[in-house]
């Protein structure tokens, strides 16, 4: 996913304060003669004479915008995805704006490149995120951090995050706010016409993503299910939506608009105030601490402890981490979530069954824990197969940052930018028997096929991998089990069907609304 332009590198700032980032812009400028000179030179393997970029089929800039503005894919470009592969193939070349890019729709291809990546893979340059990073004097975190240094952060940051047996750790503080949002749709329900409706189901899962997560970082609640929001938790999640809106102008505006468009500033803007939030809260843990430290007491906590008291992190890299870390599991928890109960609702065996197979591990009023959900293999099929329909990034990036790269009769040099398209893998026919079918049963032993793995990555692959992937699913998979032991979930009687859009990662196109009739236990 390509969230910058390479003009950014020039917004307000002399060239002195931001060339580390015209370096990185020109990076990108050069990768179309890169990837030109390439085929210029003929690129040989050994003895074998290798195709190159220009081999490669595409469309031209006269088709991107025919499908993108005169068919309507601007929002749809998850959907143009298998559009081009038909028409092009599983590997095709494409121009848009400053980039040009490589590509991948084949699942055996995106392996091929993956296992090629090397120890520092690189999305993309992330330069409009960095841009306001060096303008503030801000550390990088671990999406915006390059090469050795990001390798460093990554491996600071994945303990008590990506293992499994340490993301347990918070299944207390998961289940809290769970049962905080239990109480919140049962208040929403009672509000509505008919005594049981939520509406914007997504909207509500968002709060109760932002606040698991905030919990586990900040390691204190920030008040996001409660019914008068504090102003200003209320603040931070509008700044969150505002800085990913505006970032799509600034990116495609150009540079001379930002004095005169109110954009750029706006964007700004809302970065300050997600860094504020963050590090006030940060502040206030390491004022705690230091109260523990002068009474002789031993330091104990979890996440922001580890990492305010290892000595690993200086606060500068601390305050760069948290905030990055705060997006990364949010809209993956929250859309995956709507998406389980829309479909459910519409599907009542299948919900049923879930229903027996969570009620048997935990009967009556018992709450799910880590140990349950290890026994409820159908509850990980659901949330596996929404993934797989619903990608939260249904187009990712990777950058040839080491080497030339080779797939099948290609070679590609470095510096090579590739756009792999997860959507249209994962909905492709030969990899998942009626693609567009919600169908959980696939993942489980009895129904499964022999397929290549890389069909459906969700959270990536290799080190590059969402680093907040175990805590996401905890937060899935306990949601989801005590909603279901909970709720009966049908359908908005008004509702129709839903298909996703991309807005940066990819949402329902209209607002999913369901009914949740509560169950009388046995």
Known sequence: MIRAAVRSCYY???????????????????????LHGAAAAGIAQGHKKMKTFDDLPGPSLLTNIYWMLLKGYLLYGHELQSVYKKKYGSMWKASFGPYTSVNIAD??????????????????????????????DLALGPFTEEGHRWYRLRSILNKRMLKPAEAVLYTGAVNEVVTDYLKTLDDLRKESASGVQVNDI????????????????????????????PPETKKFIDSIGAMLKYSLFVTFLPPWTNNILPYYKLY????????????????QKMQKIQERLERGEEVQGEYLTYLLSSGKLTNKEVYGSVAELLLAGVDTTSNTLSWALYHLARDQESQRSLHQEVTSIVPGNGIPTAEDISKMPLLKAVIKEILRMYPVVPTNSRVAVEKEIVLGDFCFPKD???????????RDENNFQEPNKFFPQRWLRD?????????????????RACVGRRIAELEMHLALSRIIKKYEIQPDPQGGDITSMARVV?????????QLLERKCP
Request: glycine share 6%; hydrophobic share 40%.
């Open 12 to 34: 307000m700032g002399t060239r002195s304060r931001i060339r580390p980032l015209l370096q990185t812009c020109r990076l990108r400028v050069t990768q179309g003669r890169a």
């Open 107 to 136: 699942a055996d291809l995106l392996e091929t490149l993956l296992r090629q990546e090397g120890k520092y893979p690189m999305r993309s340059d992330m330069a409009l995120w960095k841009l306001h990073r060096e303008l503030r």
């Open 202 to 229: 997504a909207n509500c899962f968002y709060r109760f993503a932002f606040e698991g997560i905030s919990y586990i970082l900040f390691e204190t609640r920030i008040g996001c299910l409660e019914k008068n929001i």
């Open 268 to 283: 700004m803007e809302n970065w300050d105030n997600i860094f504020d939030f963050g590090n006030k809260l940060i502040d």
């Open 416 to 426: 090579t930018l590739f756009a792999l398209h997860h959507f249209a893998i994962s």
């Open 447 to 463: 129904h499964k096929i022999k397929n290549n793995p890389f069909s459906s990555i969700p959270f990536g692959y290799g080190i």
């Open 506 to 514: 990819l949402t329902p196109s209209k607002p999913i609304n369901v």
